[in-house]
């Protein structure tokens, strides 16, 4: 499994020229992502346990960081974005988000049920019981993909 980690990271198209990932991170994730222990990989790549832990967690880190980018860059180009403050009652967040894409022409794919669940589901620690507990950002593409932001 160690060995193919090279033509694992050619498979799926990994270039660290245009990657937040050093190849090295991309190769423990590779492998982490398959079960291989830190210590195997440590004695595959003649490193550390500890080195390979680190590794990791940036990796891991730059991953997130990635993701961010790529929410904000989202939710900068979507054509409705719903401020959503905290205090609100989740069961009112639909009524917000249908109105604002009304407005804007544009169509959600998702009862109020659903968007509930979306919200719910992407806000995590944002949301207590029914209650928005820290703001959030709904953001809704021109395809109607809905999106939600918020700060921890």
């Known amino acids: ?17 245009n990657s937040v990932l050093t190849y090295r991170q991309a190769q423990v994730l590779a492998l ?9 990989i440590a004695d595959a790549l003649g ?3 500890a080195n390979v832990s680190s590794i990791e967690a940036s990796a891991r880190e730059n991953v997130a960081k990635a993701r961010e980018t790529v929410a904000f860059a989202e939710a900068l180009q979507a054509p409705v974005r719903v401020r959503v403050p905290e205090g609100t009652d989740l069961y009112d967040v639909p009524q917000l988000v249908y109105e604002a894409c009304d407005e804007a022409g544009v169509k959600v794919d998702h ?6 669940k979306v919200v719910s589901d992407a806000a995590g620690s944002a949301i207590t019981g029914r209650q928005v507990s820290a ?18």
């Open 111 to 116: 009862t109020a049920p659903d968007l509930m």
């Open 32 to 40: 982490r992502e398959r079960d291989v222990s830190q210590a195997d």
């Open 135 to 152: 703001p959030l950002t709904v953001s809704v593409s021109s395809e109607g993909v809905v999106r939600v932001r918020h700060q921890e």
């Open 1 to 17: 499994m160690i060995d193919d980690v090279a033509t694992v990271l050619e498979e799926i198209g990994f270039d660290p020229e």
């Open 47 to 49: 490193t550390s346990r």
